[in-house]
């Protein structure tokens, strides 16, 4: 089932961000569950993320979204999950 993972970052934390982009990515490759994903931008810099997982529950995203190295950085500022439904692309 798909979740939108939908994260803000702290002000500032831009750093933060960067520190932490490598373990990120490849946390996203070997969990195998993200279906696309990317940061929000605001006058070209990174501010957020957006993750869309193929989970088996909001309890299963959830601990997705906990574990994310990003997350375990203390980068966002806050972070909603929620049911998605894919309907155009």
């Keep these: 089932m798909p979740y939108a993972v939908i994260c803000r970052d702290k002000p500032g934390a831009l750093q933060t961000r960067l520190d932490n982009r490598a373990a990120h990515l490849a946390y ?3 969990t195998g569950i993200v279906f696309v ?4 931008l605001e006058d070209g810099q990174m501010v957020g993320s957006l993750v869309i997982l193929n989970a088996d529950s909001l309890a299963a995203a959830q601990d997705w979204a906990a574990n994310d190295p990003y997350a375990k950085a203390g980068l966002f ?3 909603s999950i929620t049911e998605w439904k894919k309907v155009v692309g």
Aim: charged share 30%; no cysteine; glycine share 10%.
């Design 77 to 79: 500022d806050s972070v």
């Design 28 to 30: 996203i490759e070997e």
């Design 37 to 40: 994903a990317g940061p929000f």
